[in-house]
């Protein structure tokens, strides 16, 4: 994709619920961009840097602590 000058202003919504089964035990899931399907960022003119598109991406985290470390 080709973008000249300055990245269109854009919207951003992210979402993180977490929920704690115990101590050690924990799962997230997290929405980022969640209003859109794409958005650029990043562009500069000094170094001719292309911007990047960012997609909408949902994601599952599960973490467990095994104390102590």
Do not use: C, K
């Not at 919207?11 to 101590?23: C, G, K, S, V």
């Amino acid at each position: 994709m080709q973008v000249r000058g300055p990245v269109p202003s854009y919207t951003r919504l992210d979402f993180q619920a977490q929920w704690r089964a115990n101590q050690q035990f924990t799962v997230s899931i997290v929405g980022s961009n969640l209003l859109d399907d794409t958005h650029l960022e990043e562009s500069t003119d000094l170094f001719d840097i292309q911007p990047s598109e960012v997609r909408r991406g949902v994601f599952v985290h599960f973490s467990y602590d095994f104390g102590g470390y």
